[in-house]
């Protein structure tokens, strides 16, 4: 299927996925809010203390209980997504995390203080890793392989869109000296869930989910909801056919349907690699990223012309996530993260090497190799982890393999999150600019894991890149192995049900 007939044919499945992904918009706004209002006098007053030099700061044990109390949230919603996606459904599950969102919303806008604060950023969590999961296995659920790469993706835009209308947000509020300069930043979060909630309850179900649940008919209805009529070679039928076939013959290979099942036989390698492609992304030096502005106000920049510069990185990284659509079905997942990956381990070498001049001139450089990183990220890292996550899992274990992935992507950006303090902290380790030679190892590793780990799924359909691990293919070779899932050569059932009905010579041919 070529990209324009998947359009043609999915221009509602893009629709819904696209509606489904916007969720995403509200995670990447509060994590670019919360950094910002560090700065807001107004906001430091009502929830800080004064300091012996006369102004109000938050400390930074409740700095830190603010910034991972959402990612504490987080790994909750992820686990809660787990169970209540395969046994609800999507849409079902999408509805109730909307609800509650539009309530915690009221915990952060009427906070009294930074403890309640806290409480509400925890709450707010419980959603947001909700929609993390949920998003990305209903986008590469509802349409073709050709649309897979662009709809994944575009979560990745979602989240830059919502850190781009943060810093728009503070811009305008940055100058305020009373409650509404962190208020109004709060009560803008209620835009998001109330259209996306009214949309979701007149969505269609995952086709595929109706079929692990047995339910054909169901399954019918929401690839009808799902497709236009406009094609007449295409067929329901034959489409119901196919995603059955690739669910029998996953149950084939590993029937359970558990989180233990995630570490059994071949899914244990893909659950490691979809874990790893997520980590990657908070390990290549990304919690540097946000600190562009800061070496630029040390320059000698003005506060809020530093805010004008953090709306034009995020610009730059929306241009990326774009870009990276134009990309991907010429050279491939891997060989777009991967190159990204080493990049990225490049410009943080530079930038550690910047840190032996002290001129005013040298910290504008920091601040510009920042942006490009930014640029670079979300061209490659960034995007593209989205589609390897959606295509890289089993489809009947998508939903507990994206939680799991999504956790081990939380807890370790809590870890980077502590470290990047320590090390950029003049009263902890006071490592300054010199930090970016740490992540460019942490890079390099990461660089390393990929080329040896990280197979390329470009072109696969599920049932393609199931025979691939069920045969143990090394990842370099991914691309060039041909399969054919319906062939009747090919035998699903495991050795020892074979040996049953073979003598010992058929079943080593075999």
């Not at 996606?85 to 203080?113: C, E, H, Q, W």
């Not at 950023?121 to 890793?129: D, N, R, T, Y």
């Not at 930014?374 to 593209?384: A, E, M, N």
């Not at 890079?443 to 799924?457: S, Y």
Request: proline share 4%.
């Amino acid at each position: 299927m070529t990209l324009a007939r998947g359009l043609r044919l999915y221009p509602k499945a893009v629709a819904w996925s696209v509606l489904f992904s916007s969720a995403l918009v509200m995670e990447g706004y509060d994590l670019a809010l919360l950094g910002s209002l560090y700065a807001s006098p107004a906001f430091n007053k009502k929830y800080g203390r004064l300091t012996s030099s006369g102004t109000y700061q938050i400390p930074a044990s409740w700095q830190s209980a603010l910034s991972n109390g959402a990612r504490a949230g987080e790994v909750i919603g992820l686990v809660i997504n787990g169970v209540a996606s395969d046994r609800l459904g999507y849409r079902k599950t999408m509805v109730v995390a909307l609800s509650a969102m539009v309530g915690f919303i009221f915990v952060l806008f009427f906070a009294p203080n930074v403890q309640t604060l806290v409480l509400g950023e925890v709450l707010c969590g419980v959603p947001w890793g909700i929609f993390q999961a949920l998003a990305v296995s209903y986008a590469s659920e509802v349409c073709p392989v050709v649309l897979r790469p662009y709809l994944t993706t575009y979560i990745n835009m979602c989240w830059v869109f919502g850190q781009f209308v943060a810093a728009g947000v503070n811009r305008g509020a940055v100058q305020r000296q009373d409650q509404w300069a962190y208020r109004i930043p709060f009560a803008v979060q209620w835009a998001w869930p109330l259209p996306i909630l009214i949309g979701c309850l007149f969505a269609p179900e995952s086709p595929w989910w109706h079929i692990r649940h047995g339910d054909r008919e169901g399954a019918r209805r929401a690839l009808k909801r799902l497709t236009s009529d406009n094609d007449p070679n295409f067929s329901i039928d034959d489409t119901i056919a196919m995603i059955e076939h690739t669910n029998e013959l996953e149950k084939e290979i590993s029937a359970g349907t558990s989180y233990l099942d995630c570490f059994k036989g071949i899914d244990r390698r893909r659950t490691e690699i979809v874990c790893g492609v997520w980590m990657v992304q908070t390990l290549c030096g990304t919690n540097i990223m946000g600190y562009s502005s800061y070496f630029l106000v040390k320059a000698g920049l003005p506060t809020v012309r530093s805010f004008d510069l953090s709306m034009g990185q995020l610009g730059l990284g929306l241009v990326g996530t774009l870009g990276s659509w134009f990309l991907m079905p010429h050279f491939g997942r891997r060989t777009l993260h991967f190159t990204g990956v080493c990049m990225l381990c490049m410009i943080m070498f530079i930038v550690g090497c910047l840190g032996f001049s002290h001129t005013s001139g040298a910290k504008w450089a920091v601040g510009a190799m920042l942006i490009v990183f930014t640029f670079v990220y979300d061209f490659t890292v960034g995007p593209v982890a989205y589609s390897l996550v959606s295509e890289l899992s089993s489809t009947r274990l998508k939903s507990k393999t994206v939680v799991l992935a999504r956790c081990c992507y939380n807890i370790s950006n809590i870890v980077v999150n502590v470290l990047t303090n320590y090390q950029l902290s003049s009263s902890s380790w006071n490592w300054g600019v010199h930090a970016a030679y740490f992540w460019a190892g942490t890079a390099f590793i990461c660089a390393t894991w990929e080329f040896f780990r990280l197979p390329e799924p470009k072109g696969r359909t599920y049932s393609e890149l199931d025979m691939l691990f069920e045969q143990r293919v090394p990842a370099r070779k991914f691309k060039s192995t041909k399969v054919d899932p319906f062939s009747g050569d090919h035998q699903y059932a495991h050795p020892s049900e074979i040996m049953e009905d073979m003598s010992l010579d058929k079943f080593e041919q075999k």
